[in-house]
């Protein structure tokens, strides 16, 4: 079956509003499994510092469970790199992260960070895990993954989508400019954060982009309609976006 655009359904906000009450519902695995069967290419989860979401007993049941892929979002540090080590999942994401932050509000910044992140990346490298970078659309950037050794980037989207008329515009342009560079420089490109129904067209239209990670719009849709529909729905609607921009991968 061809597949011309990977989708790495994020489950932090189930367990957000598991936690919210405490208890053992809604279960993140749960919601895994169903991301699973509606045709998800992987799942992601972040396992932050103050375990706001995401505990250390949901990723442990992901790894022993999941039949797909799990992209392990974590902070650089000491306390996370031992978990991956760990767990070895298939693929760690490096975010930033602050505690007062609600949401991760912007890319990491590879560049400015180089020296610190350069021995955690080498490591996981190391240890047989394929290490990406959450970052800003900036050439800058992406010239200090190359030269941190880091074979996958993904773009932050969060200012497109929260964007309108001409400053959408010109943020989607730095996603594409952006895109276009990763690809000279032989970085496997994801994007990622905000994406809807309405601004995940655009993005996966890109065809030098492999990879979508979405999350807080499927939970909030799952309210509405479930969330193998809203999953279904997104896949159906990033098929379309790429298959008329020429573009095809296989799964």
């Given at each position: 079956?061809?597949?011309?655009?990977?989708?790495?359904?994020?489950?932090?906000?189930?367990?957000?509003?598991?936690?919210?009450?405490?208890?053992?519902?809604?279960?993140?695995?749960?919601?895994?499994?169903?991301?699973?069967?509606?045709?998800?290419?992987?799942?992601?989860?972040?396992?932050?510092?103050?375990?706001?979401?995401?505990?250390?007993?949901?990723?442990?049941?992901?790894?022993?469970?999941?039949?797909?892929?799990?992209?392990?979002?974590?902070?650089?540090?000491?306390?996370?790199?031992?978990?991956?080590?760990?767990?070895?999942?298939?693929a760690v994401c490096l975010v930033p992260e602050k505690r007062e932050e609600r949401t991760t509000e912007g890319g990491l910044d590879a560049a400015g960070g180089f020296d610190h992140l350069a021995p955690y990346i080498s490591a996981l490298t190391d240890?047989?895990?394929?290490?990406?970078?959450?970052?800003?659309?900036?050439?800058?950037?992406?010239?200090?993954?190359?030269?941190?050794?880091?074979?996958?980037?993904?773009?932050?989207?969060?200012?497109?989508?929260?964007?309108?008329?001409?400053?959408?515009?010109?943020?989607?342009?730095?996603?594409?400019?952006?895109?276009?560079?990763?690809?000279?420089?032989?970085?496997?490109?994801?994007?990622?954060?905000?994406?809807?129904?309405?601004?995940?067209?655009?993005?996966?239209?890109?065809?030098?982009?492999?990879?979508?990670?979405?999350?807080?719009?499927?939970?909030?849709?799952?309210?509405?309609?479930?969330?193998?529909?809203?999953?279904?729905?997104?896949?159906?609607?990033?098929?379309?976006?790429?298959?008329?921009?020429?573009?095809?991968?296989?799964?």
């Amino acid at each position: 079956m061809k597949r011309d655009l990977r989708l790495g359904v994020n489950i932090d906000h189930v367990a957000t509003i598991r936690n919210a009450r405490g208890g053992g519902h809604p279960e993140p695995l749960r919601a895994a499994k169903v991301a699973e069967a509606a045709g998800a290419d992987g799942i992601t989860a972040h396992l932050r510092e103050d375990r706001r979401h995401i505990s250390d007993d949901d990723i442990a049941q992901l790894m022993a469970s999941l039949e797909v892929p799990l992209n392990f979002e974590m902070a650089a540090t000491d306390e996370m790199y031992d978990i991956a080590l760990r767990h070895n999942p298939h693929a760690v994401c490096l975010v930033p992260e602050k505690r007062e932050e609600r949401t991760t509000e912007g890319g990491l910044d590879a560049a400015g960070g180089f020296d610190h992140l350069a021995p955690y990346i080498s490591a996981l490298t190391d240890a047989g895990i394929r290490v990406s970078l959450f970052i800003e659309p900036d050439t800058k950037q992406l010239e200090a993954a190359k030269k941190l050794g880091a074979p996958v980037v993904e773009l932050h989207t969060g200012a497109y989508c929260d964007a309108a008329g001409q400053e959408q515009d010109r943020q989607f342009k730095r996603i594409v400019e952006a895109a276009d560079v990763a690809e000279k420089l032989d970085l496997e490109c994801h994007a990622g954060h905000g994406l809807t129904f309405d601004t995940v067209g655009p993005v996966a239209g890109i065809t030098t982009i492999v990879e979508l990670n979405i999350g807080h719009f499927l939970v909030g849709e799952a309210i509405f309609g479930g969330l193998e529909s809203a999953i279904k729905r997104m896949r159906a609607l990033m098929d379309k976006a790429r298959s008329e921009a020429g573009g095809e991968r296989s799964a």
